[in-house]
């Protein structure tokens, strides 16, 4: 009985670690925080974010990379207030990265696809027609126990 009970507590926090191991769903999209059952680090975000261009018109785009050591997830939002805002076009053949649906917009956010090791994944994002001082938020997770939940990263101003 005592080895069942062991067998179904490690096959349910591996489960739990791996849960999204192809991205996040639209259930993090308000908090950014993935479901491991591991707390978000506290510490500074020790990955760069560099923003391409940091002044866009509507509808004009920029790169956004996240890079530094070996990291196996990530999450990635610009926002206006609380909502996630313009689009991140991401290539079809793309094999790091898919777009989700957050806040009503299907292109809002950009989650990996696969738990492979990554240095540096660059995303296009597409300002809205909308104009203003919109935020960058990022989650990345080096693994499912350590990862750093909706850090602000710097500014996109759209006029």
């Known amino acids: 009985m005592f080895r069942f009970v062991s067998a179904f507590v490690v096959l349910s926090v591996a489960t739990c670690a791996w849960a999204y191991s192809d991205g996040a769903p639209t259930a993090v999209c308000d908090d950014m925080t993935p ?7 506290k510490s500074k975000l020790p990955y760069t974010v560099s923003i391409e ?6 509808g004009e785009e920029t790169d956004i990379t996240i890079s530094g050591k070996e990291f196996k ?6 926002r206006n207030g609380e909502k996630a805002i313009g689009s991140f076009e991401i290539d079809p053949r793309d094999k790091n990265a898919k777009n989700v649906a957050c806040h009503g917009s299907p292109k809002s956010a950009a989650t990996h696809t696969n738990a492979s ?3 540096s994944v660059t995303l ?3 300002a809205p027609q909308q104009k203003g001082n ?3 938020y990022v ?13 602000n990263v710097g500014n996109i101003v759209v006029n």
């Open 73 to 78: 997830g990530f999450l990635i939002q610009v």
């Open 124 to 126: 296009k994002w597409k």
């Open 53 to 58: 261009k940091s002044s866009l018109k509507p």
């Open 35 to 41: 479901k491991h059952p591991f707390e978000p680090q």
């Open 117 to 119: 090791p990554k240095k």
């Open 139 to 151: 989650t990345v997770a080096t693994d499912g126990a350590q990862f750093w939940a909706k850090q």
């Open 134 to 136: 919109f935020e960058v």
